[in-house]
């Protein structure tokens, strides 16, 4: 019997994950997120489960190899939480699940730019109040806007299927650009051009040291006045100060997050009761034209479904000597990204 260790054990997690359950595997799920100061729950186990927000960095590691543990399964893509060259080096393992629906991430980013195009949570509230008055609900056609896509991976790819569809523009920019969506009229640019020509931006390429706070004060300035920007992607693609200005200098006409740079804090909590100590989160949600959801752009039946039966295969592989998905230190060159 293998031995795993779920950690940040969410409803949905024990829910599909004891579904999808295959023999040979025993799960124990903790509530609690993967960190120095939980790391030794592995005790026992041969390997752990973890998320997006879970930390595997050296200290944790270190923990993790001196109870032997040997694999690190990741439910997600991205693996921007996890020291991998260091984890080669303690001998640890890591895999993940590349690809379980991209549809669903494409389809939510196309979520909040109609929602915060046509306003619908300030729509929804008004109705319910018995004001039925438009003042401050003015849209925009979405048909023949410029449509700007940063990293045209698996969901960039999707995403741009989806704003044809609505008869857009579209830009977009990639280390590696994609033969196939140019033949479907995708022009690849640089990204001063993507900056200076779109009116709606969304961010689908990875977390890396280069993509580090890529929407910064200096992209910005470049920026159409009234830019829409979506970032379902990771949340330190955006330097969350710099919008804040951005906004107030009123070069941001929208901006629409399903991830924030210390979303490690908030998200995937109920803090309804508490005191938000992020000031930064907070300002941010004082803006009528923010739309923030919790991370949950992967959050569909048939990806969830997807997350559990796959990281099952990847630690079956694992214990049978024939690993898959795993994440090479030479993977950080091209990929990481849920
Ligand atoms: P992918 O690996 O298929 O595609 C990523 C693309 O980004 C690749 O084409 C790659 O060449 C490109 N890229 C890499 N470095 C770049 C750079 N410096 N500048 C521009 N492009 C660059 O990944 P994917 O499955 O499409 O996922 C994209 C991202 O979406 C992930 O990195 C992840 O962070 C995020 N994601 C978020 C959620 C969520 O729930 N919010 C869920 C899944 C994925």
């Not at 509530?31 to 030794?40: K, M, V």
């Not at 080669?88 to 929602?115: M, N, Q």
């Not at 857009?168 to 140019?182: T, V």
């Amino acid at each position: 019997m293998t031995n795993i260790a779920v950690f940040s054990s969410k409803k949905w997690v024990t829910d599909s994950f004891g579904k999808n359950l295959p023999e040979g595997i025993n799960v124990k799920f903790f509530e609690a997120r993967l960190s120095r100061e939980t790391a030794a729950l592995s005790d026992g186990y041969d390997g752990v489960c973890v998320f997006v927000n879970d930390d595997v960095s050296k200290d944790v590691l270190d923990i993790l190899a001196a109870k032997g543990i040997g694999l690190v399964a990741l439910r997600c893509a991205g693996f921007n939480n996890v020291d991998i060259e260091y984890a080669a080096k303690k001998g640890i393992t890591v895999v993940r699940v590349p690809a379980y629906s991209p549809f669903a991430v494409a389809e939510h980013a196309l979520g909040l730019i109609l929602a915060l195009n046509r306003k619908y949570y300030r729509a929804y509230n008004r109705v319910r109040d018995g004001n039925f008055s438009l003042d401050g609900l003015l849209g925009f056609d979405i048909h023949g806007k410029t449509v700007g896509i940063i990293g045209t991976g698996k969901i960039g790819q999707i995403f741009a299927g989806l704003m044809a569809g609505f008869g857009c523009r579209l830009l977009a920019y990639d280390k590696f650009p994609s033969k196939e969506l140019e033949a479907r009229g995708v022009e690849y640019v640089d990204l001063e051009t993507l900056y200076k020509e779109s009116d709606i931006i969304s961010l689908h390429c990875p977390l890396t040291h280069e993509t580090y706070h890529l929407i910064n004060t200096y992209a910005i300035r470049t920026m159409k006045e009234g830019i829409m920007i979506i970032n379902t992607s990771r949340g330190p693609l955006i330097d969350s100060d710099a919008v804040i200005w951005g906004m107030k200098e009123g070069i941001i006409g929208y901006l629409g997050l399903d991830v924030y740079e210390e979303e490690g804090d908030l998200f995937f909590e109920d803090l309804s009761d508490q005191v938000i100590q992020d000031d930064t989160f907070v300002r941010l949600e004082t803006f009528p034209n923010v739309l923030i959801t919790a991370h949950q752009a992967f959050f569909t039946k048939e990806a969830v479904d997807n997350i559990a039966a796959t990281t099952f295969e990847n630690i079956q592989a694992f214990f049978n000597g024939t690993p898959r998905n795993v994440v090479e230190p030479s993977t950080l060159i091209r990929k990481s990204g849920i």
